[in-house]
């Protein structure tokens, strides 16, 4: 069975950090490129970031360039995406996904005061 366990979501200060983890289980970690989409209230699916399968080269949306780094270790079948410097407009679910094949349940991540 495919699996992808988001977690490290949370509620966060303005200006503050998080590690958002994803872990992989049922197919061949490796063999994927994978992403990180996210969904604010009311809102359609917006893309953040990309790492191809061995995280040779990596990928981000202008909106958070410079704030958010994309890893993965294939040894622990498992992507991280570390948000620092966070925005209220960052606040949204985030999803991982294998190659827009397979799909975790998301995780929140809300940033207020």
């Known amino acids: 069975e495919v699996q992808l366990l988001e977690s490290g979501g949370g509620l966060v200060q303005p200006g503050g950090s998080l590690r958002l983890s994803c872990a992989a289980s049922?197919?061949?970690?490796?063999?994927?490129?994978m992403s990180w989409v996210r969904q604010a209230p009311g809102k359609g699916l917006e893309w953040v970031s990309a790492?191809?399968?061995?995280?040779?080269?990596?990928y981000y949306a202008d909106s958070v360039k410079g704030r958010f780094t994309i890893s993965r270790n294939n040894a622990k079948n498992t992507v991280y995406l570390q948000m620092n410097s966070l925005k209220p407009e960052d606040t949204a679910v985030y999803y991982c996904?294998?190659?827009?094949?397979?799909w975790g349940q998301g995780t929140q991540v809300t940033v207020s005061s």
């Open positions: 996904n294998a190659r827009y094949t397979y």
């Open positions: 049922g197919f061949i970690f490796d063999d994927y490129a």
């Open positions: 790492i191809t399968w061995n995280g040779g080269s990596t």
